[in-house]
């Protein structure tokens, strides 16, 4: 089964402390993403990877980083995380331009 | 910048109505577009994908047509469920090879029995 998973579902975590959210998946895309969905912002991407060892910044990269290492992960990692990164984050895969999600991490930074 | 706008923010119907969610987005240079269900605290689904060159896709009970000219989008639900009870989000990429999608707010369906 085609599958875009993410670890943790739910965090809460302080201020400054470094963590990092994995997102794997099984279909073999070379395109990977991760957004953050805010209350009245909607979806934003945060950054994007076209294949291995190649990753460029969304809209939103400020507070974040990724990496790409292997095909099939894309981890989401905040060095120092700040109150203004509670949010939900979701992790995508694409096929051309058309893009499948993950379920979701909600993280609370407090 | 593309912004893209969603029409109405919230709408609830009862079962059996046919629907007409709306999208609009400001830089007709679009590459594609793509609409989503997104079910409360669960993740995006791919309804259906557009290339710019395309008018319109179906699947199922919806349809969805593109008017690049007039920077539009309707997405046409058939004989609503209960089921199809969710928000439903566009995102219109951009016809410069950009990977960075711009998304709506979404439209949060409610069908009653």
């Known amino acids: 089964e085609a599958q875009v998973t993410q670890n943790p579902r739910y965090l809460i975590t302080v201020t400054g402390k470094k963590l990092t959210v994995t997102c794997s998946q099984n279909m073999n895309h070379e395109y990977m993403s991760w957004y953050r969905q805010d209350p009245g912002l909607g979806l934003r991407q945060i950054y994007y990877s076209m294949n291995v060892e190649v990753t460029d910044k969304g809209d939103v990269p400020e507070g974040y980083k990724v990496s790409r290492k292997e095909k099939r992960n894309f981890p989401l990692i905040l060095e120092s995380p700040s109150p203004n990164q509670t949010s939900l984050y979701f992790c995508?895969?694409?096929?051309?331009?058309?893009?499948?999600f993950g379920p979701g991490t909600r993280l609370t930074v407090t | 910048k593309q912004e893209v706008t969603q029409i109405p923010a919230a709408l609830s119907v009862p079962e059996g109505e046919n629907l007409v969610l709306n999208c609009s987005f400001t830089d007709s240079a679009i590459y594609n577009l793509q609409w989503f269900r997104q079910d409360p605290g669960k993740g995006l689904t791919s309804l259906l994908l557009?290339?710019?060159?395309?008018r319109e896709q179906t699947s199922g009970r919806l349809n969805a047509s593109l008017d690049k000219s007039s920077g539009r989008s309707t997405l046409y639900i058939a004989a609503s469920q209960p089921g199809d009870s969710a928000t439903y989000l566009c995102?219109?990429?951009?016809?410069?090879?950009?990977?960075?999608?711009?998304f709506g707010r979404g439209t949060s369906l409610i069908v009653h029995p």
């Open positions: 995102a219109v990429w951009g016809a410069g090879g950009s990977y960075i999608p711009t």
């Open positions: 995508a895969t694409g096929q051309g331009y058309e893009q499948y």
């Open positions: 557009i290339q710019s060159s395309q």
